[in-house]
């Protein structure tokens, strides 16, 4: 396949605008399904959940599920339910990994599990996994189910894998790469791939925009893991050098290592170990980063992934939504946040 690439106007930078605009009606549908389906008896979950779905979160995966919707011509409404799922199974995981990294700050607020605690941060996660489940349940499609089941279960099994690398300087490429498909990318693939289902479209067509969503998703967290050494809290929404100061051993880090003196990789062994990663030690690690190109091609590693995301989207008609959906993908690359 020729790959059509998407070219912007001059001047202007990429935006999530588009798909914005385009999934605008279908979102309200999905947003009062989010807002009936926290809803419970027992006060502190509504409480609780709506402090993170309310947080200022762009419903970036269920736009793309009614985004990928768009571009198949799908007219019915089966999707608003399953993009519902999309985004209580995405909550459920911020809530727990916020309490697995003891982060106080998600989208720039104060984080769930600060506020009211590990233990109740836990535990509306659980709840808000189980309205998923419910969702699907109703849609009534075994496919649906096996793919978003498929995905929360892989999402697991990349933050397991993701804890057990963290602090290891040995982590190679190859196993960061794993890691951030399984616990980013696996949702934003099976978030596009049941458009196709809804839709009633075959395997091919499944695959290619479940490939979408797994580059971009790919994408997606190589820049956030570049931009947390070289941008600010105010611009991320979270505090700068989290990762460094919790071990977590991403692709920025994996490069400068490999590409250390040993005087340097003696101090990412320090620093990810948590023997020396204050101030000081995060100012050098910048440093260390920027001499070895690590951020750059960090950064060159998210286009190229973009790009394959791109290409995928060539093979559908050209349309409103297939451009949406290919701007989104240099927003996601271009974002500062």
């Given at each position: 396949m020729t790959a059509t690439v998407h070219t912007l106007r001059p001047g202007r930078e990429p935006s999530i605008k588009a798909l914005m605009n385009l999934t605008a009606p279908g979102l309200n549908a999905v947003n009062h399904v989010i807002l009936d389906r926290m809803q419970s008896p027992v006060a502190l979950i509504p409480?609780?959940?709506?402090?993170?779905?309310?947080?200022?979160?762009?419903?970036?995966r269920p736009m793309l599920t009614l985004g990928c919707a768009s571009v198949l011509g799908y007219e019915g409404n089966r999707h608003f339910k399953l993009a519902a799922a999309v985004e209580f199974i995405h909550t459920a995981t911020l809530l727990h990994d916020d309490v697995v990294d003891a982060s106080g700050l998600r989208r720039g607020k104060v984080t769930a599990n600060a506020l009211y605690g590990n233990p109740a941060s836990v535990l509306v996660g659980d709840f808000l996994f189980s309205r998923a489940?419910?969702?699907m349940v109703e849609d009534g499609s075994l496919r649906v189910l096996k793919i978003l089941s498929?995905?929360?279960?892989?999402?697991?099994?990349?933050e397991v894998a993701q804890l057990t690398a963290q602090r290891d300087v040995s982590t190679t490429e190859d196993r960061y790469?794993?890691?951030?498909?399984?616990?980013?990318?696996?949702?934003?693939?099976?978030?596009c791939?049941?458009?196709?289902?809804v839709a009633e479209r075959d395997e091919k067509v499944e695959e290619a925009l479940a490939s979408y969503g797994r580059y971009l998703g790919i994408a997606f967290q190589l820049v956030d893991d570049a931009i947390d050494y070289v941008?600010?809290?105010e611009t991320m929404g979270k505090n700068a050098g989290d990762d460094?100061?919790?071990?977590?051993?991403?692709?920025?880090?994996?490069?400068?290592?490999?590409?250390?003196?040993?005087?340097?990789r003696e101090f990412w062994r320090r620093a990810m170990s948590g023997r020396a990663n204050g101030v000081a030690e995060l100012a050098r690690a910048g440093e260390l980063l920027r001499s070895t190109n690590a951020v750059a091609d960090t950064m060159a590693r998210a286009r190229h992934y973009g790009q394959r995301a791109i290409d995928v989207l060539a093979g559908f008609p050209k349309s409103?939504?297939?451009?949406?959906l290919t701007e989104t993908v240099e927003f996601a690359i271009a974002r500062a946040y």
């Open positions: 409480e609780l959940a709506g402090h993170l779905i309310a947080g200022g979160g762009k419903r970036l489940f419910e969702l498929r995905a929360s279960a892989v999402i697991a099994e990349g790469l794993e890691i951030i498909t399984a616990k980013t990318a696996a949702l934003f693939a099976a978030a791939q049941i458009a196709a289902v941008s600010d809290a460094f100061r919790d071990g977590k051993i991403t692709l920025p880090v994996i490069l400068a290592y490999a590409r250390g003196n040993e005087d340097e409103p939504a297939r451009d949406a």
